[in-house]
């Protein structure tokens, strides 16, 4: 008789940890990875969005580049 209220203990407490922490556990993650996927869809697609409407402008041909600018501090 004992051994029956003892399995019957384990296997309660195994119903409530599994659906009192397991389950919840896993639709958290599996609903946090849905939103990532859908964040980074997200993003490729307002960068492929940038990418089409700015286009890269003209460098000017006469950029003096290198160019140094000395100076002298003033007391």
Sequence with gaps: ???????????YLLYRFIFGVVVPVSK??????EKVR???????????EHTQTHTT??????DKAGDYI?????K
């Excluded at 004992?2 to 019957?8: D, K, P």
């Design 28 to 33: 958290v993650t599996s609903q946090m990875q």
């Design 57 to 62: 402008a003209p460098k000017p041909e006469n």
């Design 38 to 48: 859908a964040m980074q869809e997200a993003q490729q697609r307002a960068q492929q």
């Design 1 to 11: 008789m004992m051994e029956i209220i003892v399995w019957a203990i384990i296997i």
């Design 70 to 74: 000395d100076f002298e501090e003033i």
